[in-house]
């Protein structure tokens, strides 16, 4: 599917074709072309009319998972990518967008719909000066769409973070170490989709290329700040997560502690009174104690009393209770 | 809120507003300007007087986390991070304030109350030396400050080591892995935000800035220095933490081989008595042990006193008890 | 064994030997020559017609681990690998092989037989153009197949390790330490293979070498994309290892605490009935309880079965069942 | 104190004061000016006589933690740092001194007294050449026998090291993590203090100043050698520290699964018992065994002796005993 | 012992002293001496005939422990390091070897008999070539054959290594720590030996050093990737043996389980039978089963198989045994 915007004469317009001419150097159109789910009439478009060089038609037909920036003589060409809610919280999906940038046009082109263009479609629309300002301009709003598009995916991750630090921390009576893993995964693909990202918007940010003006470049700092803090947040998140396998697997031998020390008290206290009854049970002369054959019983159970409050006490001097 | 102080014919006064002429090449006068709380007379401010670009404005106008110099014509702005002490030991919340260095002037701009600004203001007014003497060394002053008030916020987090230390070695009554991992983020936040302002204000030791004269270059060695330090200790602190996991871990399982002695201990005591207490309790004709009936009871409880002592003695032998 | 493909007016044959004149600067012909187990013959023809350096030959009889790019006068002289099945999962087996690279010719060297190089002199000769295009085209296809067929090898890992997932979170059974250890071994000898193929992938996408036109030189990049995201994963694969090892470690921490929790309800429920049936089975004056002398083996029973419901009642307070 | 050692005529001698001549370009005198304590006096000749800079002079009479090189007009500026022998093996303190080497004379200052510039001065009184020399030569010294005076220090972690390594291998009767995590401190306390004076030595010895000859730059590079040695040790203490908590962990493991097999033996072998006896202590008509009435007793008793070798000889055949 | 090779008019003979002249300017003649365990005479003749530095003469006389290349007016001084193999597996010993590279001599100085050396010797005397080819030529070869003498080391690490695994996986009855931690040290010794003298080697490969001419460069290449070899290897036994750590920790824990699982399903069979029996052993009426008083007993063993029974069906089904 092809939408192409136009700007001339100071209005923007959506038109059927692009116009050869409008791409001459030194004519006044700025052209904006969108391409989604490229077919042959997009690849021809590409080839003859942008005169796109036939390797970056490959790589823009196919899938890339790396961002790109390769400067060709009439155009810059750059792979970014964008990420997607995955459904119940299964990590990060990358999409990824291709753009060629001449001095006079911006091609995009992307495999799904992507909300930053479709945004940034109807703002040029509403707003003849949004395309009128030229391709770099536009380049960047996308650019800054796509990033924004990132913070849910980020606190979508803190969330589950969280969730499971309250596991592990407060109640942890299923395994959580599956989900643990899962989130580690997921944190580090999001570092991984976000590192190479920051890299590639910083040499936008650098002045590097002449189809970007320096304000643009300003521009570009912006998104670059946005970058950097989503890394770093990455990062952090990162720390945290590895810091809950250890609070687990503590909080795993905390309780079997705690559990060894009640089979460990239970077992000091009634193995002596077993025994103990044992040996009044033999079918031997059994030493009279104090007082008639009636209280003998009551002597028996005031020892095994006596015995164990004594054996609580040491527990509880020794802090185990 | 906005506040003007400025530097003409050997004194420093408060004034009301900027006078334009102030700010032209050659002029005498030195400037700073204070702003907290940008309002919309600020941004007009800044924009229409000191002509500051419309990226930094921006910059300025939102927080940022992320130190940032960069040179523009006119200006040096810079973005640097104080911290505060977070209430109850809630590890480190950073406050940005923004530098515009020129020539004859200093804008100061932040989103809080600035103890560094408030002592440096007053030291102004009662000097009249000190904005006389250039906005490059205003600049070092405020930001040395701003250094200086890491120092309690560091020394806050070795006491939490500290205790937590003692609470590991001495008495690990209540799992303290929540707590290690707490101070872990907070020293790892410490060092993410120290390691950036450290190259920040490597930077500005370098003479790489026209804006700031080298006898001021020389000073900020001093900052660049403290902030060296200050990293440093807060890699130390993160071995620390990192060990005092490892401790608890090893002290939980010592515990646990303390607990199982005990068990070993009285089950391997008591099981043979109740044993042998069974033997004579069984209703079959028992063999007579050496003397009277009544002496037999004795024979068996000296049975299990001697069976016991022979444990014990052997559990003694094996450094158990 | 020698097999020589020859491009000459146009078309491609197969023929028996190299004719010295094919190789003079600006001869129209275009030679690959593939060297299957080098023999004396091999080494003279390397030797005397394609003045190969002495070292290069060295280099290439033997068997060399590590990608090497060497420019020599006459040609460029490459070791790059390729990986192959290993029978069982028994991990990456890689086998060298030996391009020199002319402007008129290709040499390939290999000691075992290559997929990559058979499907490419196939193509050679159903396809005249393959050949004409030139050495460097048809170096990049062979290396690309090289390195499609890595795919297979990186699916393979991926299965064993979701296989060894499985068996951890679900039903650890026997021991998956050593199996998961093992393939550790393999996801990091895969990616000790592909990174430094990756990067001497990388230099030939970087216009570095006069053998290799421009257009080729893009192509290369697609290759290097591909190697970047093979390492990429296999980055990623070792984080899953790494975690399969902690999540067996946690699993057993848990079963661990189960197994006490199972003992330990069990000896606080019988550990007291037995002191119970002990005490009525002493040789002494028996305390009558209510009722007949019948019932009174039903009152014990009654004591002992709410002795029992009551820490059945605790326990799960406790959340231990 | 300041201590001047002066060398002119051939001879060294020990004046009161600094003459401002002997620092004129071509003066033929060499001086060696030590601080110790840094009193206002010696503040006023660095400052006057010696042309000091504020700032390093505001270094040198502060603690600075970390080795600086930095080059002024008509000296260079050094501060490296000795360790001294904490007692009781409580680690590495260091203390810094500093250093002005001017092409005709040496200042050096400090806070503590210093065993290695005692030495030196020594040295220069001794011998007149050593001075004569020039401030170069007396710079390599004094820091080639502070450098030296780290190793007793290394060998006092080493033995720390190697009796702890005793303590974990073969009695670790009392808990050693803490002295563990205490020598790691130490350690890597070490190479934080080490690493910096390596690349401040290494800087020396790089022909980078021109203040020191050729021939001393050669010098320097056998103490950066030694520096590289200290680092490389600090290194393998480090490795063998992280072992030994290791090593400790598992011994504790060992342990335990050591006191679980004793209680599983012996309840395996005795809870039978128990049973057997009261199965034959039941209030039933009990089956006769073969023999008379007076056997019985025998007969049961050998049953036991038989299931309980029976027992021992499983746990003999499972590698439990 | 002072052993001198001199190659003229076509011949290499052994002579007893150096001919100062030879090592003129375009002498002929090219000169090997080899010095083993110095003494005066052989310093005298370092000093005087080959007009060693005093520097790398210091050097030469002690033991360094890192490799050198230094490059001074009338040769290059290297620093080389053999290892030997340790008696019993005791790790990694290293011997420096000093070489003097100049354009018509090598002078190569240790302190311990060496292989390559004598090798080299031998094979100089039959063959004359071997030193008529040049210095350069001949320090490749003594180098080339230090490198392979580590090859029989490592093997012996990786049999160390092999041995261990099969001791954690097949037969854990001693605790391998210690041999473990003893195997990690060594491997990281020879990582760390075998690092510094690849990078060494590296420089000599990249014809840097005008002593050394280009196809001797070609060939260091080789030593190169045999010393990348052997780091690869040591890295990736550093992996293994960290997996040996792991895989041993794990076992134990597995046993762990194992052994209380033994001990749970013990208690849990034999507890209640002890209650059982100790109900029939009370000394109060006993309700009667039915049947006869002689069936009595054997309806309560019956109901004790029956017990245990269940038990064991409820364990089996539980997957514990």
Same mark, same amino acid.
């Given at each position: 599917?092809?939408?192409?915007?136009?700007?001339?004469?100071?209005?923007?317009?959506?038109?059927?074709?692009?116009?050869?001419?409008?791409?001459?150097?030194?004519?006044?159109?700025?052209?904006?072309? @969108?391409?989604?789910?490229?077919?042959?009439?997009?690849?021809?478009?590409?080839?003859?009319?942008?005169?796109?060089?036939?390797?970056?038609?490959?790589?823009?037909?196919?899938?890339?998972?790396?961002?790109?920036?390769?400067?060709?003589? &009439?155009?810059? %060409?750059?792979?970014?990518?964008?990420?997607?809610?995955?459904?119940?919280? &299964?990590? $990060? #999906?990358?999409?990824? #967008?291709?753009?060629?940038?001449?001095?006079?046009?911006? $091609?995009?082109?992307?495999?799904?719909?992507? *909300?930053?263009?479709?945004?940034?479609?109807?703002?040029?629309?509403?707003? @003849?000066?949004?395309?009128? +300002?030229?391709?770099?301009?536009?380049?960047?709003?996308?650019?800054?769409?796509?990033?924004?598009? %990132?913070?849910?995916?980020? !606190?979508?991750?803190?969330?589950?973070?969280? *969730?499971?630090? @309250?596991?592990?921390?407060?109640?942890?009576?299923?395994?959580?170490?599956?989900?643990?893993?899962?989130?580690?995964?997921?944190?580090?693909?999001?570092?991984?989709?976000?590192?190479?990202?920051?890299?590639?918007?910083?040499?936008?940010?650098? *002045?590097?290329?002449?189809?970007?003006?320096?304000?643009?470049?300003?521009?570009?700092? !912006?998104?670059? @700040?946005?970058? $950097?803090?989503? #890394? !770093? +947040?990455?990062?952090?998140?990162?720390?945290?997560?590895?810091?809950?396998?250890?609070?687990?697997?503590?909080?795993?031998?905390?309780?079997?502690?705690?559990?060894?020390?009640?089979?460990?008290?239970?077992?000091?206290?009634?193995?002596?009174?077993?025994?103990? #009854?044992?040996?009044?049970? /033999?079918?031997?002369?059994?030493?009279?104690?104090?007082?008639?054959?009636?209280?003998?019983?009551?002597?028996?159970?005031?020892? /095994?009393?006596?015995?164990?409050?004594?054996?609580?006490?040491?527990?509880?001097?020794?802090?185990?209770?």
């Amino acid at each position: 599917m092809i939408s192409v915007l136009v700007h001339r004469d100071g209005r923007t317009r959506r038109v059927e074709s692009v116009d050869p001419a409008w791409l001459l150097p030194g004519a006044p159109e700025r052209v904006w072309v @969108d391409i989604e789910l490229p077919d042959p009439a997009a690849k021809d478009l590409l080839k003859d009319v942008f005169q796109v060089h036939e390797l970056s038609l490959e790589d823009a037909l196919s899938e890339i998972h790396h961002p790109k920036i390769e400067l060709f003589d &009439k155009y810059l %060409y750059l792979i970014l990518h964008g990420i997607t809610a995955g459904t119940g919280g &299964k990590g $990060v #999906t990358t999409n990824d #967008t291709d753009f060629f940038l001449g001095e006079q046009f911006l $091609v995009t082109l992307h495999h799904a719909p992507s *909300r930053s263009i479709r945004q940034e479609q109807d703002l040029c629309l509403r707003n @003849d000066q949004a395309l009128g +300002e030229g391709p770099a301009g536009l380049l960047h709003r996308i650019v800054d769409a796509m990033v924004d598009h %990132y913070r849910p995916e980020v !606190d979508a991750l803190e969330d589950r973070l969280e *969730r499971l630090e @309250d596991v592990v921390f407060e109640e942890p009576r299923h395994n959580p170490v599956r989900d643990i893993l899962a989130l580690k995964r997921d944190v580090s693909a999001l570092r991984r989709v976000t590192l190479p990202q920051r890299d590639a918007i910083g040499r936008l940010a650098r *002045r590097e290329f002449s189809q970007i003006p320096d304000a643009v470049t300003y521009r570009f700092r !912006d998104v670059y @700040d946005h970058l $950097v803090q989503l #890394t !770093d +947040e990455s990062l952090f998140f990162q720390d945290r997560v590895t810091g809950l396998l250890d609070a687990y697997l503590s909080s795993q031998s905390n309780r079997l502690n705690q559990v060894m020390k009640v089979l460990t008290v239970m077992s000091t206290i009634f193995m002596p009174l077993t025994v103990l #009854t044992g040996l009044y049970g /033999m079918n031997v002369v059994i030493p009279h104690l104090p007082g008639s054959a009636a209280v003998q019983f009551w002597w028996i159970v005031g020892m /095994m009393a006596t015995m164990s409050a004594a054996m609580l006490w040491v527990f509880r001097r020794m802090d185990w209770l």
